[in-house]
């Protein structure tokens, strides 16, 4: 590893990695503790018990979060939350699971787009992020950004940088739920 990281040891017993300085960063991005992101989706109205349960079982295996621009390109590349290739998020995404393919369950109206709070997880190798929870916000939003509506005042992007080897793990064993 390079040296921007600080070896520190998890609740789970693996040496994570905290890194000063994303090596995945992007223009514009900012670092943030897990408590901001924590609250922003506590207090948004997507916040709900079950999905911050998904944000609390990520928190072990991230090591920076990052608050980002929230972009109709950054949005487009963002994968869906899921995977299975029986799953309906593949067939609306037409296989690739990124958000700008999926097609949206209604057109945006006329009206202003909801505001949302977004969070996602992204990988080091190639720095494809995916949605932990939001995938209908998301897809909504893409749609309405394309038709030419504004970002939503107030709509945020947050995404954690996986630990290296909670990916060699996860390929490792995706076999498990094929």
């Known amino acids: 590893m390079g040296s921007f990281l600080n070896d520190v040891t998890g609740p789970c017993g693996l040496a994570l990695y905290v890194a000063e300085k994303s090596p995945m ?5 900012v670092r943030v503790s897990p408590g901001e992101v924590h609250a922003a989706w506590e207090n ?29 390109n950054v949005l487009g590349e963002l994968r869906v939350i899921g995977g299975d290739p029986d799953e309906p998020w593949a067939k609306r ?4 699971f990124k958000v700008a393919a999926c ?8 009206g202003p787009l909801a505001k949302v709070v977004l969070v996602a997880v992204r990988e080091d190798q190639q ?44 390929k490792a064993v995706s076999s498990l739920w094929r």
């Open 44 to 72: 948004s109205d997507q916040g709900k018990a079950n999905t911050l349960g998904i944000f609390d079982a990520m928190s072990e295996v991230v090591t920076a979060w990052w608050r980002m621009p929230l972009t109709l």
């Open 25 to 29: 960063e992007r223009a514009g991005e």
């Open 93 to 96: 995404s037409k296989g690739t």
């Open 127 to 170: 720095g494809r992020a995916v949605l932990i929870d939001g995938n209908k916000r998301a897809v909504a939003l893409s749609h309405g950004l394309e038709a030419g509506r504004p970002i939503p005042e107030g709509s945020v992007l947050y995404v954690g940088d996986l630990h290296p080897a909670f990916r060699f793990i996860a």
């Open 103 to 110: 097609e949206n369950e209604k057109p945006p109206g006329g």
